[in-house]
């Protein structure tokens, strides 16, 4: 995990984010224990918010996307299908990338 997220408050730059994706996540979470498991959530809703904060909106729409399929996929939460599926509507909002789309017409068959 700490080949992706490290724990001293430093920013996953800008031109690493695209290490990060769906498979990846769903591995480092079916190798986390359940503290890691929630961490890995906090640290995706974090970068979604500080880059958002920052107007770099394409790379808080891809952190948005990453939370929808962290949350649906793994993490399974309390409301987690209405999480997932404002994750994926917000993503869209930002940036109307073809795997936001593809990514909320799965979700949308899976509800």
Known sequence: MEKYFQYNDIIIPEEEISNLNPDILKDLHDNANKFDEQNIYFILLFHYYHYK???????????????????????????????????????????????????????????
Request: glycine residues 2%.
């Open 53 to 111: 904060e920052e107007g770099k909106l394409e790379v808080a729409a891809y952190f948005s996307y990453l939370l929808s399929n962290y949350t649906f996929t793994c993490l399974k939460p309390l409301y987690y299908k209405d999480f997932s599926l404002r994750f994926a509507k917000e993503a869209i909002k930002l940036d109307e990338k073809k795997l936001y789309v593809k990514w909320l017409e799965e979700l949308s068959k899976k509800l």
